[in-house]
């Protein structure tokens, strides 16, 4: 399988915080934001695998600021690292001011995908090839994380973390 870059894959996700989407403070709902997260990313896993991507896990999501009604909301997503069936993805929020067109980041999340076939069964994806610093440094951090999480499902010991270890050593 020929490797990707994490160009590639990227989802850009642009839309509007319209009335029916807000909580009582006029702000967009996180479940919402969550919705839209993850379609971003579920297109992203697909142009990395060219495969239907199922959410496998949200593993992070940072409610940062607040995002109004009538925003223009901007997702970003695209594959951070594959493993042998499953793709962490990276996704960026930002808010765009309408007048000057400035974007300030509001939200980051990182989920996983697992790439499956047509009957539903996990298929292998192409590997990850980092080309940007922050591409790198969140492709570095994605095995960290990874190892974080199946040692804390007890699916690896604490020595197979090799990784972790590495911060503390």
Known sequence: MTPKHP????T????LVLPSET??????FGGEL??????AASIASGRHSRRIGVTASVN????????PLGSVVIVEAKVSRA?????EIYIDVWV???QSGNRTKA????????????TGRPVEVPAIIPETELEIKRYDAALRRKQLSLLLAGKIKPEEATELKALFV
Do not use: G, Q, W
């Open 7 to 10: 160009s590639e894959s990227l």
């Open 12 to 15: 850009i996700l642009t839309d």
């Open 23 to 28: 909580n009582p403070l006029n702000n967009l």
């Open 34 to 39: 969550l919705a839209r997260m993850d379609r």
């Open 60 to 67: 992070h999501v940072a409610f940062n600021k607040a995002i």
């Open 83 to 87: 493993f042998k069936t499953s793709m």
């Open 96 to 98: 765009e001011d309408r």
């Open 107 to 118: 939200n980051e999340a990182i989920y996983t995908f697992v790439a499956v076939d047509d």
